[in-house]
């Protein structure tokens, strides 16, 4: 019986419930936000359930529901793979709800939260309905609700220019997406059933068909440009950075942790379930471009001084590492290599779940950051670690997970990727052999750049002194916080300490799209040791380093804090110079100084140094202007072009408003005269 997919419609009906309560109890903001999150929480854990036992189980469930168009009702599915995202989904969601009950504690007092609460589902419910979708047009309609709800979530504080710019960029990319999306799904259902008919819009049709390579890679070009722009993909990332930074820190968790990741389910679904036979450049595409993500968006990061918006570019780089393993993945298949496709694949998908897990966590460090101090800029920030203890140890392990160090989950997914990499040289084509350790080293040059960017992260938002000019009166975040960060940096941990296990659990979903799986040859030694393909290649033991690792933590606590006198505190010394203030402290645009003199070249950076007038003399000027300008080049190249055009067309077509009644008249008289002559 479907009881899976039967949990699975439960939970996401569960979600309307706050959604008919919310106008009558909106005037009880306090119970409404306590009904909202309750049942958001419920109903990821209630998914979560479902999602995990069809991976573990590895079957296949369906149901039709009869309320679509007539002649087109709508099919839901959940397998392995759906079952895996919805997992990730409902994981993230429910530390983000336990989460949002004490975040939204601080926004009652400013503003009601009636939309954000109702949004706030729709939007959980959108997502699953994506994941869940098993034809075209309940698909599109999912992706449709999805967008309008993330798109009034980043609107909330509508009253703020910058909120409404970037949910309007957002949008306009999202739509010319969906369209791309529309156009593919229109291509491979007319090859399915014939164009005069309406039977192929369902996915199995499109599994049943075989596609000519043409049309094929057409409907991949298109569907991967339009998954390529929700997901931020260079150079469709330009929303991104606008969009994460002034939606509610709850809401970004969610938009950079698992929405990002319903684009990346959708390329997984339609390449490898709906086409399943593709050339090898096609990878090569998807790989060159997850390079150039990975690569862009840790270096736009590291530019940044928004904490928000450094989280926002890391969210580009990490999907450029998913793609890499897709790409890749894509790759071998084309060559017949299953069980390196299957490696490859499931270091994808693992870092899938690993970036859910850490970006939320993440995001959940800068929400409690923004709530405490009011803000987002690092420059402002310092010393916070001594305010905001909880806040802060939970932020560092956001910080070495995505910097991918053992022992969390960030180091075992890139361990995978990489030894995708080194294994690609029985790879038969020249031009891969070529590209392939040259990714290989960009993903390396991307792990450093990572590292880099999030000591700079944690040390100028937590360590040192304050920065800023006006000290607020900082707090730690309340207890439903802290819960909702705790349960996710837990997460992280488990992840990187039990890979094996997990695997053995995802093996599934590579044995549904490739017909193989790795659990075998990784899980060869038990669930102590990973060996990805032979452990004459590689091996590598998540509770031998957790435990080790933990043993010297040990023993250094032992050797300094038992002993009394063995740690001295003494005023900081500077070379003689011992009248050290907080305003002498390495900020996050020196930090990044000598990275942007190296890769400056890639970004248009205008830094200006000003010495004010009022000087007395000028070897002692007053005051000494520093400004720095980092803009991305992209703007420039693409995006300032077509929104120059569209002002100029709009112009001109404006000028067809004349306000009088016999030009309109005209336009119709000459409209029916052109329909005429060419009909």
Request: proline share 5%.
């Amino acid at each position: 019986m479907p009881w899976q997919i039967d949990l699975a419609s439960y939970a996401v009906s569960m979600l309307l419930l706050p959604v008919v309560l919310a106008p009558v109890i909106a005037r009880n903001q306090r119970l409404l936000s306590a009904i909202a999150f309750m049942v958001a929480s419920v109903s990821s854990l209630v998914m979560i359930v479902a999602g995990a036992l069809t991976v573990w189980s590895g079957r296949t469930q369906k149901i039709v529901l009869l309320i679509g168009l007539p002649d087109l009702p709508f099919h839901l599915r959940l397998d392995p793979l759906s079952g895996f995202f919805l997992t990730v989904i409902g994981l993230l969601a429910l530390f983000v709800s336990v989460y949002s009950k004490g975040y939204v504690k601080g926004i009652l007092a400013k503003r009601s939260i009636t939309s954000l609460t109702i949004f706030y589902c729709i939007f959980l419910a959108g997502m699953y309905m994506v994941v869940l979708s098993d034809d075209a047009l309940i698909f599109l309609i999912s992706w449709e609700v999805m967008a309008a709800a993330s798109y009034f979530l980043v609107m909330f504080e509508n009253e703020r220019i910058e909120n409404r710019r970037a949910a309007f960029l957002y949008m306009v990319v999202a739509h010319v997406g969906a369209i791309a999306i529309l156009l593919s799904f229109g291509v491979l259902a007319g090859l399915a059933a014939g164009f005069g008919s309406f039977s192929g819009y369902t996915f199995d049709a499109m599994r049943a068909a075989k596609f000519p390579l043409e049309w094929a890679t057409a409907a991949f070009l298109l569907s991967f440009f339009g998954f390529a722009a929700k997901a931020g993909v260079v150079p469709l990332h330009v929303w991104l950075p606008e969009a994460h930074p002034v939606a509610p820190s709850n809401v970004s968790a969610l938009m950079s942790g698992v929405m990002l990741k319903t684009a990346i389910y959708g390329i997984i679904r339609v390449t490898f379930d709906l086409i399943k036979v593709f050339p090898w450049w096609w990878g090569a595409i998807v790989l060159i471009l997850g390079l150039i993500s990975a690569v862009m968006g840790v270096l736009y990061a590291l530019m940044q001084h928004d904490l928000k918006r450094l989280l926002a570019y890391h969210s580009v780089e990490n999907i450029g590492i998913i793609l890499i393993g897709v790409g890749l993945a894509m790759i071998f298949t084309s060559f017949n290599m299953p069980l390196l496709a299957a490696l490859a694949l499931i270091a994808g998908i693992y870092h899938t779940l690993n970036h859910a897990m850490f970006k939320g966590l993440l995001f959940m460090g800068a929400g409690a950051v923004l709530h405490a101090t009011h803000e987002r800029n690092m420059e402002e920030m310092g010393g916070l670690i001594h305010m905001m203890p909880w806040t802060a140890a939970l932020f560092l392990v956001g910080c070495v997970s995505i910097s991918a160090l053992p022992p969390f989950n960030g180091f075992v997914s890139e361990w995978l990727t990489f030894q995708a990499f080194l294994l690609s040289p029985s790879l038969p084509s020249p031009l891969l052999k070529l590209l392939i350790p040259m990714g290989a080293a960009l993903l390396a040059l991307t792990g450093a750049l990572a590292a880099a960017c999030f000591v700079k992260a944690f040390g100028v938002t937590f360590l040192g002194h304050w920065r800023g000019h006006h000290r607020p009166n900082v707090h730690e975040a309340d207890w439903f916080m802290r819960i909702g960060m705790i349960m996710a940096a837990f997460t992280c941990l488990l992840l990187g300490i039990f890979p094996t296990i997990l695997i053995g659990w995802l093996d599934t979903i590579p044995e549904q799209l490739l017909g193989t799986k790795i659990a075998t040859t990784a899980g060869a030694f038990g669930w102590m040791w990973l060996t990805p393909v032979a452990y004459e290649r590689a091996s590598y033991s998540g509770p031998i380093v957790f435990c080790g690792i933990l043993v010297v933590v040990l023993a250094a606590y032992l050797i300094l804090h038992v002993r009394p006198g063995a740690i001295q505190r003494v005023p900081i010394w500077d070379c003689g110079f011992e009248k050290i203030n907080q305003r002498m402290q390495y900020n996050a645009t020196s930090f990044s100084m000598p990275i942007r003199r190296i890769f400056g070249f890639l970004f248009h950076v205008k830094e200006q140094v000003r010495i004010s007038p009022q000087a007395a003399h000028k070897a002692f000027p007053k005051k000494l202007y520093y400004s720095l300008r980092v803009r991305d080049r992209f703007w420039g190249w693409l995006y300032k072009p077509v929104i120059e055009l569209s002002f100029w067309v709009s112009r001109k077509v404006g000028r067809l408003q004349q306000g009088r009644i016999q030009a309109y008249l005209i336009y119709s008289f000459l409209t029916i005269i052109v329909l005429l002559v060419f009909l």
